[in-house]
């Protein structure tokens, strides 16, 4: 063999070898490229994500803080309506034990033959106003409660409503 030959073959071996080491440093560096473009992107993608559900935890932040305003101011309201209930509740209570007061006395200036009688009726009013009383307390607790729950209801499905559905209007 010819030592020229061999000295060729070994020249054309690393020339072709520098020549792919130079191809993949390049192909190398264009793949790099791409990959810190392709990092940039997601990292644009998440922060976009990530300010958008900002901005809807925002809405539904605001939307839920009016939902609890309304309710609040719907609580006063429910409440200064009970209390003038219970205002008037409270004239029709006394009257009603102004009326028994006055079957009492009239008890006193009726015959021995008719206070048996009468006793029984003026016992039997007394309960009916008492019973009265407390049917009209029991009605005032009821009333409380279905105006509180109605109230908390409505906020909860308006909620609801919106954080199920973002985009909704409040009403």
């Known amino acids: 063999m010819n030592p020229m030959l061999i000295f060729l073959g070994i020249v054309a071996i690393a020339a072709s070898s520098a020549s792919w080491q130079i191809s993949a440093r390049l192909t190398g560096a264009d793949?790099?490229?791409k990959w810190d473009a392709h990092i940039i992107d997601d990292l644009a993608a998440t922060v976009k994500v990530q300010a958008d559900q900002k901005a809807i935890q925002d809405g539904n932040d605001f939307f839920l803080a009016k939902v609890s305003e309304h309710g609040q101011i719907a609580i006063d309201v429910a409440r200064a309506d009970a209390d003038a209930s219970d205002k008037r509740s409270s004239v029709l209570q006394r009257a009603s034990d102004d009326a028994y007061a006055r079957l009492v006395a009239s008890q006193s200036r009726l015959s021995a033959c008719a206070t048996d009688a009468s006793k029984a009726a003026t016992k039997a009013a007394g309960m009916y106003a008492?019973?009265?009383?407390?049917?009209?307390d029991a009605a005032g607790?009821?009333?409380r409660t279905a105006d509180q729950a109605i109230i908390r209801g409505t906020a909860c499905e308006s909620s609801y409503n919106q954080i199920s559905n973002p985009n909704k209007e409040m009403k």
Do not use: N, T, V
Not at 130 to 136: I, P, S
């Open 141 to 143: 607790i009821m009333a």
């Open 31 to 33: 793949w790099q490229k």
């Open 130 to 136: 008492e019973l009265f009383k407390l049917a009209d």
